[in-house]
């Protein structure tokens, strides 16, 4: 049986894995799983995903939830190339930028965060973007300056090469580009970002490119 990846065209999450998926060519069917619709919420596909989050990896069904445990699976098992460096110190940095992303900015823009912002908290739109660009812009503020110690070439959050780093940069610029937000403070962070949008498997995982986009 095929992998199969459980995605929404617009989650960055997914958008992480998609990015994985097309740099290590490895063969697989998306099943377009709407966030909008609550699809994410199925019966189904809560029994095997008990989180009920987009993305899941399944592979002969061993079910693989969280995007950050996804690409590194595929790493081990997709050794080439590799998204993370091959010493200790250049794995813990990537880990550490990648981190900055999925675990400090990203939960906290995440769709059922904002949701709860609107809903249960009563916050009106005005109210949520700005909560929205505050946390965007407080992550990226470190993220600039630590993209300017570690890149090598202007091209990669560090060293030369696309690492896990990227793979969760590219999906958050995007995110940031959606909601507005005031990019102008970050030329290292966005110089990047725009240089690695333009390769292949970056392009061809956005989300205005997958089958469900809207």
Not at 90 to 109: E, F, M
Request: charged residues 20%; glycine residues 8%.
């Amino acid at each position: 049986m095929a992998m199969r990846l459980y995605t929404f065209w617009r989650s960055s999450a997914a958008f992480r894995v998609r990015i994985a998926l097309a740099l290590k060519g490895v063969a697989h069917q998306q099943v377009a799983t709407h966030l909008g619709r609550a699809e994410q919420r199925a019966a189904g596909y809560v029994a095997d995903n008990p989180q009920g989050l987009v993305p899941a990896l399944d592979e002969d069904g061993f079910v693989l939830g969280q995007s950050m445990a996804i690409i590194e699976y595929l790493d081990e098992t997709h050794p080439e190339p590799p998204l993370l460096p091959g010493d200790a110190r250049g794995r813990a940095i990537v880990r550490s930028l990648a981190q900055a992303i999925a675990c400090d900015i990203h939960p906290l823009n995440n769709l059922r965060v904002l949701n709860y912002l609107k809903g249960p908290l009563g916050q009106d739109q005005d109210g949520v973007d700005r909560w929205y660009r505050h946390w965007i812009a407080t992550g990226f503020e470190a993220l600039e300056t630590l993209s300017q110690r570690y890149s090598a070439d202007g091209a990669h959050l560090y060293g030369d090469q696309v690492t896990l780093a990227d793979v969760c940069l590219v999906p958050q610029l995007y995110n940031a580009r959606r909601f507005q937000c005031d990019l102008a403070p970050f030329p290292t962070l966005t110089a990047i970002g725009e240089k690695l949008a333009r390769l292949p498997a970056f392009a061809s995982a956005a989300p205005e490119a997958q089958p469900d986009a809207e």
